[in-house]
């Protein structure tokens, strides 16, 4: 990236995307694990999402599953 990778930058890292291969199963329409009722499976750690803006929409889509389970 311009100005970025020069001869003056004091640290150079590889930022290398990681995103969890796992994903935890969850119903389509519930947000719930297929067997395990009341778990909703969310956001990055669980294989829905893969940055800090799909995590949050992931998690608001997961917050009105579970109030629709109530
Ligand atoms: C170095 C780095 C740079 C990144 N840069 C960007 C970027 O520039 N833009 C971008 O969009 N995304 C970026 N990401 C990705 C982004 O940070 C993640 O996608 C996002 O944080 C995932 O949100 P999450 O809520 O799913 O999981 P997390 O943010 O990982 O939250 C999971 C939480 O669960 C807690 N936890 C874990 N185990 C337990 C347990 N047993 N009990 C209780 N709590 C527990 C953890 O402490 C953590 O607080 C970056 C990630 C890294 C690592």
Sequence with gaps: MK?????????????????????IPREKESFQHPQVQGLFPCA???GYAGGIVSAAIDGINCANAVLKFQ
Excluded at 3 to 23: C, F, K
Aim: proline share 4%; net charge negative; glycine share 12%.
């Design 3 to 23: 100005g970025y990778y020069t001869n003056e930058a004091i640290l150079v890292g590889v930022e290398s995307r990681s995103s969890s291969p796992v994903r």
């Design 44 to 46: 990055e750690g669980a």
